[in-house]
């Protein structure tokens, strides 16, 4: 299954689970009903700020996004790189990768690659579920701005804050960026 696929399933999972329908979903998401059909069929590869806009209508995070489905009774604590998926924003071309292996712990690891001069902006403040995050950078530079505060971050800088505010990322470098984020405080 290919990671449109993927992400169209568990947003049909997601969305059965919390009891929405597509109108219901779409309304409280600010994300059209046919463009929640063409995800969830796996026919429309969303952009980073359309999974946001879902994952936090649905109350997880962006990274829950990417899971399989719901975890086995006994989930493997071993996430192979080769399984890890990854996804492109088609908007700006950022690469994430789920690293951490799913329904086995409240923390989420994701990779990041960034591409230069590039940038996307979460609008999304208000969420069902209290996450925080922590943005470790291991190569290149990257603003980032939550609410009214403003940051740069060089490699080896740690971000720590809660996703309760509009978040823009912005990779003012000539390079690529490379980051890790924490996730932790989403439901399952």
């Known amino acids: 299954m290919d990671i449109t696929q993927r992400i169209g399933r568990r947003l049909h999972e997601l969305r059965s689970a919390a009891g929405l329908s597509l109108d219901a979903l779409a309304q409280k998401s600010g994300v059209s009903r046919s463009n929640i059909s063409l995800i969830e069929r796996g026919q429309s590869s969303p952009t980073a700020v359309v999974l946001d806009k879902l994952s936090s209508a649905l109350g997880v995070?962006?990274?829950?996004?990417?899971?399989?489905?719901?975890?086995?009774?006994?989930p493997s604590p071993l996430a192979r790189v080769a399984e890890q998926p990854v996804w492109s924003d088609p908007a700006s071309g950022y690469r994430r990768r789920n690293v951490s292996p799913a329904g086995v712990s409240p923390l989420q690891l994701v990779d990041v690659?960034?591409?230069?001069?590039?940038?996307?902006?979460?609008?999304?403040?208000?969420?069902?579920?209290?996450?925080?995050?922590?943005?470790?950078?291991?190569?290149?530079?990257?603003?980032?701005?939550?609410?009214?505060?403003?940051?740069?971050?060089?490699?080896?800088?740690?971000?720590?804050?809660?996703?309760d505010a509009p978040i823009g990322f912005h990779n003012p470098g000539a390079k690529q960026a490379r980051y890790l984020v924490a996730l932790t405080g989403a439901r399952p």
Request: one cysteine or more; proline letters at 5%; a negative charge.
């Open 61 to 74: 995070s962006v990274a829950s996004m990417f899971e399989a489905g719901p975890a086995p009774a006994a």
């Open 113 to 163: 690659v960034f591409p230069a001069g590039q940038r996307v902006c979460f609008e999304t403040s208000e969420r069902d579920a209290d996450i925080h995050q922590l943005i470790w950078m291991i190569d290149g530079v990257m603003e980032i701005a939550h609410g009214s505060e403003r940051w740069q971050l060089n490699a080896g800088d740690c971000l720590a804050m809660r996703l």
